[in-house]
C-alpha cells in the first residue's frame, strides 16, 4: 500500500465481519469525502478499512463507520497529525543501509501495530522499518523500527505503553546490537 506523506489525518477500522466491513465502507463514503486507501479483508476473516481526508470529513467518516460497525468493531483509531515516517512504512518495507538497534512491537490488530509505529516515530529520531498488516499470520501485526539505542528504547517505551492500555500486545523485543547476519531476513 501506497500512502501519500502529506496525509496528516488518518483513519482505520478493523471489524470482525466482512459483510459488516463492506456495508460500512460504503456508508462512509456515501458520507463524507474521505479517501479510501485500503479496504480489504485480512486475516483471520476480519475486514480493514484504512481512509484519509481533511479533519471535518475523516472525523465524520470514522463516527459513521463506528455507528454501522456496532459490535463488530475490533479496534479502531483516527490519527491527526500523523507522523510521515509511520506513513511510509504502513504495508512497505522501508530498506535502510545500517541497522543499529532494533525494536519490534507485535499486536493482536492493525491498528495499533499503526498507532505505535506513530507514537515510536514522534518519540525520538528512529526509522520506523515496517508495519505489517495482518496478512498470513492469524491477524495479528507488527511494526520494525531501528536507530541509536536510547532512541529505540524510548519508542518501544512510548508504543507499548499505547499497545498495553488496548490490551493489543502480543510481544516485543529489542535488540541492542543485531548481528548483520540477521539483515536480509529483518529487511523482508
Known sequence: MTIERHITVLGVLELSSIAVGI??????????????????????GKYLIVFCGDVASAEYAFHKGLEL?????????????????CLGAIGNIKMVTELQAIGIIETSTVTAAIEAADI???????????????????GKSYMKLTGTLPDVQ???EAGLALVKQKNALCAHSLISQPHSEIAP???K
Open 120 to 138: 515510536a516515530a514522534k518519540e525520538s529520531g528512529v526509522a520506523i522499518l515496517e508495519v505489517r498488516l495482518a496478512i498470513g499470520f492469524g
Open 154 to 156: 524510548a519508542s518501544i
Open 185 to 187: 531476513f529483518f529487511l
Open 23 to 44: 456495508n460500512v465502507l460504503d456508508g462512509m463514503v456515501k458520507v463524507a469525502p474521505v479517501k479510501i486507501l485500503d479496504a480489504r479483508t485480512i486475516c483471520p
Open 69 to 85: 460497525s456496532g459490535k463488530y468493531i475490533i479496534d479502531s483509531m483516527l490519527l491527526r497529525q500523523v507522523h510521515p515516517e
